[in-house]
T-cell receptor, first 114, second 115 residues
């Protein structure tokens, strides 16, 4: 059974540009969540999608957005990149995101903003 | 707001020792608690999931306990090996309102097991 797949694995972007990251969840999983990991802040929740609907959103500026497609694949977009957006972006999938479901993470996308 | 704390922040031990990693959280309104392992530059690997109604879970040399009322969990690693070297993270999943479904992470315990 394939795990959570994130693409690309590495990205280098310039300040002011925008970027799109992709996440393919485990087959059958309908919940996809995104997290940002930095040395200073640790792991912080960005948003969660279930059946193409955003169910929850963390405390990030509107430059961070996401969406989920009918096949449960998800993308997140960051516009007008800042140096502080450099981080490891992790995607997690679970069956429903609810009480009894375990979260499985991908390998992450390492974004560097220069 | 849910806050998760892990102690110690770092641990360095010789091979073969039994270890205890600690995790505490401030809000007991949780669905479950999950322990993860993270190798440098990699994603998170799920180790154990404990539901809020459970007290303990075991997988191989790993045993995790949960005391929801006191907001504590421990991860016990038996007979540690160099391959156990990694950062161990605990996360709790909220069960209501703005916390629903989201994971709150501690900062992790960086474990080094030397031969």
């Amino acid at each position: 059974k394939a795990g959570v797949t994130q693409t690309p694995r590495y990205l280098i972007k310039t300040r002011g540009q925008q970027v799109t990251l992709s996440c393919s969840p485990i087959s059958g999983h309908r919940s996809v969540s995104w997290y940002q990991q930095t040395p200073g802040q640790g792991l912080q929740f960005l948003f969660e999608y279930f059946s193409e609907t955003q169910r929850n959103k963390g405390n990030f500026p509107g430059r961070f957005s996401g969406r989920q497609f009918s096949n449960s694949r998800s993308e997140m977009n960051v516009s007008t990149l800042e140096l502080g957006d450099s981080a490891l972006y992790l995607c997690a999938s679970s069956v429903t995101g609810g009480e009894h479901t375990e979260a499985f993470f991908g390998q992450g996308t390492r974004l560097t903003v220069v | 707001k849910q806050e998760v704390t892990q102690i110690p922040a770092a641990l360095s031990v010789p091979e073969g020792e039994n270890l205890v990693l600690n995790c505490s959280f401030t809000d007991s309104a949780i669905y479950n608690l999950q322990w993860f392992r993270q190798d440098p530059g990699k994603g998170l690997t799920s180790l154990l999931l404990i539901q809020s109604s459970q007290r303990e879970q075991t997988s191989g040399r790993l045993n995790a306990s949960l005391d929801k009322s006191s907001g504590r969990s421990t991860l016990y690693i038996a007979a540690s090996q160099p391959g156990d070297s990694a950062t161990y993270l605990c996360a709790v999943k909220g069960d209501r309102g703005s916390t629903l479904g989201r994971l709150y992470f501690g900062r992790g315990t960086q474990l080094t097991v030397w031969p």
